[in-house]
């Protein structure tokens, strides 16, 4: 069984990038051309929904410094290389550093590991390494020191300090008088060229209250030099909760956000159909169960995240989804277009899959029968498809308020559930493919 959630490797980025998945080349060409216009201090703020891309895209963005575009589409070279002549780019992710005691010691540390000269001058001399940054780091256990200092350091004396330029800085960032001077030194030590910094903040939606206000303010108030361009990468919703959480009743997260921020790009979820068929290998035609997919993912709101783990539980059950419409008859597609909502609700919701495994979802059915009829030209043609596979089912309970196709949609649901109407072995079928999921299913 394949593993669809990947990590952002080299490789997996390149193809990404060739093949244009999740089509956002074009944004991210737009967004290289701002970073190129910007002159001045900027805290841009990558705004969107858990799995929606956000840490993917600036991982692209990252990788893009300094690296061939070698059969990239829709990016422009010269803006590229200009990002890379303009830029020194460095990565920071809050959620795996806020067991750090001070977010300043440990964002500044990142600056200074991440600050490509400043590697090779640490690998140089080991010795005087766990000299210079032990005493930037006297309250960080061992470990912290460890992942701080990229693996370079391991069980500092901290009794042992050294004295120049370098440990001057350290010891005054300790104070908190001499903090912002400190901060300004190192950028002018680091910056003695025309680049700049582009300093990426990841998850920090997923920190401490405490920990993600104060590198906010810290990057607001410390971080202002004016050759510093500061990616905050977040779920602004959660992090404006983070906010209020810390400050106590009455506080504004969003306004308070707005305070942070000069600029906000938000990202949606996009072109579903197209990550379906490219990353998940469920191929999406005008009809049939992988446009229903598709259909369902949009209406469940869907992040990339979630369509990889559909994708992996969908290899579980493909014997019962992918159907040949030739071959097969109206029911059984309708069995796999039941299988598959199984699939996509016990991912959005575990309530709603527990009533509609168990012959009790028709409400969340109706809904989504709902949607389709309110929707576009995509939308009705999944349920002219729902309707034709299940003409043939006639609830003979008739409710004036349904027109007869959503009965008949209803009906053929409800049939999946009784037990002595199974000529075909449709309703051991579902319950078979039910199973696979970790669940059974009982009809007494």
């Known amino acids: 069984m394949q593993k669809y959630d990947k990590e952002a490797t080299d490789t997996i980025i390149k193809e990404s990038l060739a093949n244009d998945i999740p089509k956002r080349n074009i944004q991210l060409n737009n967004f290289i051309r701002l970073l190129n216009s910007i002159n001045t201090n900027q805290i841009i703020s990558i705004d969107g929904d858990w799995g929606c891309g956000k840490t993917f895209f600036v991982k692209q963005l990252l990788y893009l410094h300094g690296s061939s575009l070698d059969g990239a589409v829709n990016l422009d070279k010269t803006n590229t290389d200009l ?146 361009t500061i990616l905050v990468v977040t779920n602004n919703r959660q992090l404006a909760k983070n906010v209020e959480h810390y400050y106590g009743q009455g506080t504004n997260g969003y306004k308070y956000l707005n305070r942070i921020y000069d600029t906000v790009i938000t990202f949606d979820t996009e072109n579903i159909e197209d990550y379906l068929a490219k990353e998940c290998n469920i191929q999406v035609s005008e009809r049939g169960v992988a446009q229903w997919i598709a259909t369902l993912c949009k209406y469940f709101g ?49 309530d709603e899959y527990r009533l509609f495994i168990r012959g009790t979802g028709t409400k969340i059915l109706d809904t989504v029968i709902d949607y389709l009829t309110t929707s576009g030209k995509d939308s009705h043609n999944v349920l002219e498809w729902l309707q034709y596979i299940t003409a043939s089912h006639v609830d003979n309970t008739s409710n004036p308020q349904h027109p007869a196709p959503r009965q008949n949609i209803l009906a053929a649901y409800r049939e999946l559930f009784d037990e002595t109407n199974d000529i075909k072995g449709h309703v051991s079928a579902f319950k078979d493919a039910i199973s696979m999921l970790g669940n059974s299913i009982s009809l007494d």
């Open 302 to 350: 869907f992040s990339y995240r979630d369509c990889n783990k559909l994708a992996t539980m969908y290899e579980i059950l493909v014997e019962y989804l992918e159907t040949d419409s030739v071959c097969r008859s109206r029911y059984d597609l309708f069995c796999a277009a039941m299988h598959s909502l199984a699939l996509v609700l016990k991912i959005y919701d575990g």
């Open 83 to 228: 990002f890379g002549d303009t830029y020194l780019p460095i990565y920071y992710n809050a959620w795996k550093n806020d067991y750090h005691c001070d977010p300043l010691e440990s964002l500044t540390m990142s600056v200074v590991c991440g600050y490509a000269e400043m590697k090779s001058y640490l690998r140089q001399d080991l010795g005087k390494v766990g000299q210079v940054l032990s005493s930037a780091l006297k309250v960080v256990v061992n470990t912290a020191v460890e992942r701080a200092t990229c693996g370079l350091v391991k069980d500092v004396d901290f009794s042992a300090l050294s004295e120049g330029e370098f440990e001057k800085f350290i010891s005054n960032v300790k104070k908190q008088d001499n903090k912002k001077h400190a901060i300004e030194s190192l950028f002018g030590d680091i910056l003695q060229t025309n680049k700049r910094i582009l300093l990426v903040i990841d998850d920090l939606d997923r920190c401490k209250p405490g920990f993600a206000v104060q590198m906010l303010e810290i990057i607001k108030h410390l971080y202002d030099n004016e050759r510093i």
